[in-house]
């Protein structure tokens, strides 16, 4: 591959026998001469590392945000959605494998710069960019650079995400970022090694860091597998770490599973699994916690958490009515957490 037309990657460094050492995720992949690492899209070549993802999306979509899904960051509004070849887990469950297991050489990538990127933003006049099907972690470069721009343009931008990501490369690819969603797969280190090639830890620790370390707003979303997460053990158990660790306040999503990739055995997630989960939830503490993939009116509705007003009423990703005023309740005042407003 010639690299005249490759951005060099950051986060790396010189490794024993001709290799790299790739530090942008927990991975630490040794890449040898020509080959690239586990998500496809960081390649050594001639002893440098190369983001052969950067400027190379593989389709865009305008989604409603609650698709993303974030239920307290401009609901309502349409969002420019896209993602690149390769992922950095391993997910046999993967919902959108068809992108993120594809090689740059099997699929038909566009070439867009990052401004193209913000200009496409502002010709559908949508507020914010989504860095998503994939995760955006890998293409972080890119990440970087189009999140820079959107942000001298007033268009916001959100992280579709695992999580899974070296401390030090955080700091600069979330630097611009107003809004995440990040997948936190299950609750057990058996679950992540398992069926994700990943470690739980990783993730917590980046979940903490969004809390405690930047402004970025965040929600949380937990894809329900049959018997493999969805004992009400392992959701109270999450529930108890997120009320200890993140707060009261952090919206959650618990989201059906439909058989896809390598995990065709299983059936789809019933309904009730996803009820029940979410009665666990409010009976631990958490305020706001929604149901997804399935049509639930009331696990997809936002109740004021002082007076139980409801507020914004949805009908799958589509918002048929907001009574939220300034960020507040209509009803009783209480200021709820989250960005309601472009501005």
């Not at 959605?81 to 068809?98: I, M």
């Not at 999450?238 to 200890?244: F, R, S």
């Not at 305020?287 to 993939?293: I, Q, T």
Request: proline content about 5%.
């Amino acid at each position: 591959m010639k690299t005249d037309d490759l951005k060099i990657a950051k986060w790396w460094e010189p490794a024993e026998n001709g290799r790299i050492l790739c530090t942008l995720c927990p991975r630490y992949c040794r890449i040898g001469e020509g080959q690239p690492g586990f998500c496809y899209i960081r390649q050594n070549l001639c002893g440098k590392l190369y983001t052969t993802g950067y400027g190379k999306p593989t389709g865009y979509a305008i989604d409603p945000i609650e698709k993303k899904p974030l239920n307290h960051f401009l609901p309502g509004t349409s969002i420019l959605s896209f993602g690149t070849a390769g992922c950095n887990l391993g997910c046999k469950f993967c919902q959108n494998w068809s992108i993120s297991k594809a090689k740059l050489d099997e699929i038909n990538s566009l070439i867009a710069s990052p401004k193209s990127v913000v200009d496409l933003a502002k010709k559908y006049n949508v507020p914010s960019i989504a860095f998503t099907y994939n995760d955006p972690t890998i293409f972080g470069e890119y990440v970087i650079d189009i999140a820079d721009i959107a942000r001298t343009e007033g268009i916001k931008t959100v992280m579709v995400t695992a999580g899974y990501i070296d401390k030090e490369a955080r700091k600069e690819i979330y630097k611009n970022i107003d809004a995440a969603n990040v997948d936190l797969k299950g609750f057990t280190e058996r679950f992540y090694h398992k069926q994700t090639f990943s470690h739980l830890n990783d993730v917590l620790d980046t979940l903490v860091w969004l809390k405690n370390e930047t402004e970025v707003w965040f929600e949380i979303t937990t894809l329900l597998i049959p018997d493999e997460n969805d004992s009400s053990e392992e959701i109270k158990n999450e529930c108890e770490w997120i009320l200890k660790n993140l707060g009261d306040s952090v919206p959650l999503h618990f989201t059906a599973f439909h058989p896809d990739f390598r995990m065709t055995d299983k059936e789809p997630t019933p309904e009730k699994t996803l009820i029940n989960a979410r009665q666990i939830a409010l009976k631990e503490g958490i305020k706001y916690c929604y149901v997804g993939n399935i049509h639930n009116a009331e696990g997809q509705t936002t109740f004021c958490d002082k007076c139980k007003t409801p507020l914004i009423k949805r009908d799958w990703h589509s918002v048929i009515s907001d009574k939220i005023i300034d960020g507040r309740c209509f009803n009783c005042g209480n200021k709820l957490p989250g960005i309601f407003s472009v501005n």
